[in-house]
């Protein structure tokens, strides 16, 4: 039996970038929408437009039918839109993760559904947390550049536990086993 830890915080999958995350192994798990964060998960919190090779992994989702999601606690509506404005995809800013509020509200837009739906994002804590409790996939990914704020080493500090599980259930490989 799958302790609480397992349940709430354990991503299924944990990559070091989401360039890892292919069409073909979103098929093979049987998802066909993303729900993604944005800030240090797709660029850097410095970053305020998609970077080219962003541009190129969403299209290369949306060519195979992977329909895509912003969902960020982001408190600057205007930097939200300013980087979804290529894609015009479903996005919100301040989502209040780990609420599912506007998770469930993303969802609904894609017209997916939880079980063919994955959260994709670089807090165990929130976005991981988000993800099971709307019972989705989910994936972590490594913070892309990390803040160094204190409040931030203290939440990447009680991530460590969660991190060496998945390992431990994995056999210590990140990503595709």
């Known amino acids: 039996m799958a302790s609480f830890l397992d349940r709430a915080f354990v991503p299924d999958l944990y990559f070091d970038t989401i360039y890892e995350i292919t069409p073909a192994l979103l098929k ?16 850097t919190y410095d970053d305020p437009d998609p970077t080219p090779p ?3 992994w969403a299209e290369e ?3 195979a039918g992977i329909s895509l999601a912003f969902v960020s ?4 509506r205007e ?20 609420g599912t509020k506007y998770v469930k ?13 994955c959260v994709v994002g670089d807090q165990v804590f929130t976005d991981i947390f988000v993800g099971k409790r709307m ?12 803040k160094t704020t204190l409040f931030f080493r203290f939440k990447r500090k009680l991530e460590k536990p969660v991190l ?14």
């Open 164 to 177: 060496r599980r998945y390992a431990r259930i994995n056999g210590g490989k990140n990503g595709e086993n």
């Open 105 to 117: 509200k993303a969802i609904a837009f894609m017209g997916a559904s939880p079980e063919t739906t």
């Open 73 to 76: 606690n982001n408190s600057s």
């Open 61 to 63: 989702m949306r060519a």
């Open 135 to 146: 019972g989705t996939h989910s994936i972590l990914v490594k913070p892309i550049k990390d």
């Open 28 to 43: 093979r798990e049987g998802i066909n929408a993303l729900v993604l964060d944005i800030d240090n998960t797709l660029v």
């Open 54 to 56: 962003v541009l190129r």
């Open 79 to 98: 930097r939200v839109e300013r980087f979804n404005r290529p894609f015009g995809f479903f996005a919100t800013a301040k989502s209040g993760k780990p």
